[in-house]
């Protein structure tokens, strides 16, 4: 099993960046694809996932309206495209896997990858 996350790097306030997730050696299809992230100290926090029951998509209040969680089933990849960046969007955000429906809580997630950084300076 890999989830290998890429697209993060250093971004000014108000700018974009689109992370992305490539799965491989599981069923793509039948697991929820999450993204957390955690800043040093924290707990990793839920940001968004694409749930494989119906398609539905999920994000924390914190981010709607700025990111939009996607996956692309022939890619076997998911993606988060990051809007109107702010500094406290800082951290590194890492994909991960599961197949519950949706699980708020990273003990929900069988898979992880391995974590990219995002610094976005204010």
């Known amino acids: 099993v890999q989830l290998q996350a890429s697209g993060g790097g250093l971004v000014q306030a108000g700018g974009s960046l689109r992370l992305s997730c490539a799965a491989s050696?599981?069923?793509?299809?039948?697991?929820?694809m999450a993204w957390f992230r955690q800043v040093p100290g924290k707990e990793r926090e839920f940001i968004a996932a694409?749930?494989?029951?119906?398609?539905?998509?999920y994000l924390t209040d914190s981010v709607k309206g700025r990111f939009i969680v996607s996956r692309d089933h022939a890619k076997n990849t998911v993606f988060l495209q990051m809007n109107r960046l702010k500094s406290e969007d800082t951290a590194v955000y890492f994909c991960?896997?599961?197949?519950?429906?949706?699980?708020?809580?990273?003990?929900?997630?069988?898979?992880w990858g391995q974590g990219t950084l995002v610094t976005v300076s204010s």
């Open positions: 991960a896997a599961g197949t519950t429906v949706i699980s708020w809580t990273a003990e929900g997630y069988n898979y």
């Open positions: 050696g599981f069923t793509f299809g039948i697991h929820t």
């Open positions: 694409s749930s494989w029951i119906g398609a539905a998509e």
